[in-house]
């Protein structure tokens, strides 16, 4: 008899989880690491959402709160769906968890069944296949190119569908390409969708306020498929609150109960204070920061020149979040100082050991010609980061 389930033992390790402990390992070492590896705003949380914590302490919130969360947040969430995405939904179809990966967590758990297959357009973000192979599940990868900015079509979308399919995962704007889908592709994905009631839909929409081109649009609008739409969102990215791991859905009442039924045998409700604080910036438009995403609009410019500068890096503009999904496949095969690049995962430790950025294989997102960067850092550590990965791939021979 083996100690561990099957279940654990399919689930692969978070790479871009590993990456960034081997860049902290080296760091303790003594090494002057860069990490281009986690997708963490490094701007501090807002001091009026900090406040609201504090406030949350002094009264003694710090009881058990309800396993969808509380009253009060339930109510704030489904009225920012209103202002800012034109949607309604009642409080209780809202779901608060310990972070938008939790979120998915309940979601995947409370929807799929054995064989029960899932749509998910590659490149993907790392969770998604592991959360539905813990499901049971059947991941269906959907390859998409990056002339086309990695967006799955209408006529992929159609063809990858069967009577098993239970899902459709979408993720806008995306991590790890940053790319974002326009209103009137999600229209003609709507409109594929219209003829398979049998499918649902998983919107991931964590990087919602990182946009650079404009309103945020939710496939969710559609009133063809609105009943079959599983919206997650959170606090992490467009409030620079990661650690306070506060995410939610808004579904079918039916998805919504099933998910609180799990989350109350399996966490309870979300931490007390956190609420609190989740509380007073989706209450407050003005949490997410202009400067936040200016700044990132500007860096993301600047690392476009950065890695155009750089010999086999080819990439596109993202227009939202905070990465680059740059095409590297030009090192595969040769040798650099020395060192045989066989794929990306090699590219990637080169860089780690000899320029001390932290990156992450694209083998891990589900595009393994590429390596996934973040620019969430400041203008300095990433010119500096660019500066040694261009100097130390100077050497390909």
Same mark, same amino acid.
């Given at each position: 008899?083996?100690?561990?389930?099957?279940?654990?033992?399919?689930?692969?390790?978070?790479?871009?989880?590993?990456?960034?402990?081997?860049?902290?390992?080296?760091?303790?070492?003594?090494?002057?690491?860069?990490?281009?590896?986690?997708?963490?705003?490094?701007?501090?949380?807002?001091?009026?959402?900090?406040?609201?914590?504090?406030? =949350?302490?002094?009264?003694?919130?710090?009881?058990?709160?309800?396993?969808?969360?509380?009253?009060? !947040?339930?109510?704030?969430?489904?009225?920012?769906?209103?202002?800012?995405?034109?949607?309604?939904?009642?409080?209780?179809?809202?779901?608060?968890?310990?972070?938008?990966?939790?979120?998915? =967590?309940?979601?995947? &758990?409370?929807?799929?069944?054995?064989?029960?297959?899932?749509?998910?357009?590659?490149?993907?973000?790392?969770?998604?296949?592991?959360?539905?192979?813990?499901?049971?599940?059947?991941?269906?990868?959907?390859?998409?190119?990056?002339?086309?900015?990695?967006?799955?079509?209408?006529?992929?979308?159609?063809?990858?569908?069967?009577?098993?399919?239970?899902?459709?995962?979408?993720?806008?704007?995306?991590?790890?390409?940053?790319?974002?889908?326009?209103?009137?592709? &999600?229209?003609?994905?709507?409109?594929? !969708?219209?003829?398979?009631?049998?499918?649902?839909?998983?919107?991931?929409?964590?990087?919602?306020?990182?946009?650079?081109?404009?309103?945020?649009?939710?496939?969710?609008?559609?009133?063809?498929?609105?009943?079959?739409?599983?919206?997650?969102?959170?606090?992490?990215?467009?409030?620079?609150?990661?650690?306070?791991?506060?995410?939610?859905? =808004? =579904?079918?009442?039916?998805?919504?109960?099933?998910?609180?039924?799990?989350?109350?045998?399996?966490?309870?409700?979300?931490?007390?204070?956190?609420?609190?604080?989740?509380?007073?910036?989706?209450?407050?438009?003005?949490?997410?920061?202009?400067?936040?995403?200016?700044?990132?609009?500007?860096?993301?410019?600047?690392?476009?020149?950065?890695?155009?500068?750089?010999?086999?890096?080819?990439?596109?503009?993202?227009?939202?979040?905070?990465?680059?999904?740059?095409?590297?496949?030009?090192?595969?095969?040769?040798?650099?100082?020395?060192?045989?690049?066989?794929?990306?995962?090699?590219?990637?430790?080169?860089?780690?050991?000899?320029?001390?950025?932290?990156?992450?294989?694209?083998?891990?997102?589900?595009?393994?010609?590429?390596?996934?960067?973040?620019?969430?850092?400041?203008?300095?550590?990433?010119?500096?980061?660019?500066?040694?990965?261009?100097?130390?791939?100077?050497?390909?021979?």
């Amino acid at each position: 008899m083996t100690v561990l389930s099957n279940r654990i033992s399919r689930l692969a390790i978070s790479q871009t989880l590993a990456m960034s402990q081997q860049s902290r390992e080296l760091k303790a070492k003594g090494h002057d690491v860069i990490n281009l590896s986690v997708g963490e705003p490094d701007f501090f949380t807002p001091d009026v959402v900090k406040d609201a914590a504090k406030k =949350a302490i002094d009264n003694n919130i710090s009881f058990y709160s309800p396993v969808p969360g509380y009253a009060d !947040l339930l109510t704030a969430i489904t009225n920012k769906l209103k202002r800012d995405n034109n949607l309604e939904y009642t409080p209780s179809q809202i779901v608060v968890s310990a972070g938008a990966k939790h979120s998915l =967590a309940n979601v995947m &758990l409370s929807m799929v069944n054995e064989g029960d297959e899932v749509i998910i357009p590659a490149p993907y973000w790392v969770s998604y296949i592991e959360q539905v192979k813990l499901a049971d599940g059947t991941p269906v990868i959907v390859d998409t190119l990056q002339s086309n900015e990695y967006k799955i079509t209408p006529e992929q979308l159609e063809n990858a569908i069967t009577d098993k399919t239970k899902l459709f995962m979408l993720c806008s704007p995306s991590n790890p390409t940053g790319s974002i889908y326009s209103a009137d592709e &999600l229209a003609a994905l709507a409109k594929v !969708l219209e003829k398979y009631p049998h499918v649902y839909i998983i919107s991931d929409e964590i990087y919602e306020y990182i946009n650079f081109v404009g309103e945020h649009a939710s496939i969710a609008v559609h009133k063809s498929i609105f009943d079959r739409v599983i919206i997650v969102n959170g606090v992490s990215k467009g409030y620079a609150m990661t650690g306070w791991r506060i995410g939610y859905i =808004a =579904a079918p009442q039916i998805i919504a109960s099933a998910c609180s039924k799990l989350q109350g045998q399996m966490t309870s409700g979300a931490c007390s204070v956190a609420q609190m604080a989740a509380l007073e910036a989706i209450q407050n438009p003005n949490s997410t920061s202009k400067e936040m995403i200016d700044t990132f609009k500007r860096r993301r410019d600047m690392v476009f020149e950065l890695l155009n500068d750089i010999e086999g890096f080819k990439t596109n503009l993202p227009k939202g979040a905070f990465y680059f999904l740059p095409d590297v496949s030009y090192y595969f095969g040769k040798t650099i100082n020395g060192v045989k690049i066989n794929d990306a995962q090699d590219l990637c430790m080169y860089i780690l050991n000899n320029a001390y950025v932290a990156i992450v294989p694209g083998e891990a997102f589900g595009e393994p010609n590429t390596v996934r960067l973040s620019y969430a850092a400041s203008d300095e550590s990433l010119k500096e980061a660019f500066r040694r990965i261009k100097e130390v791939l100077s050497k390909v021979e």
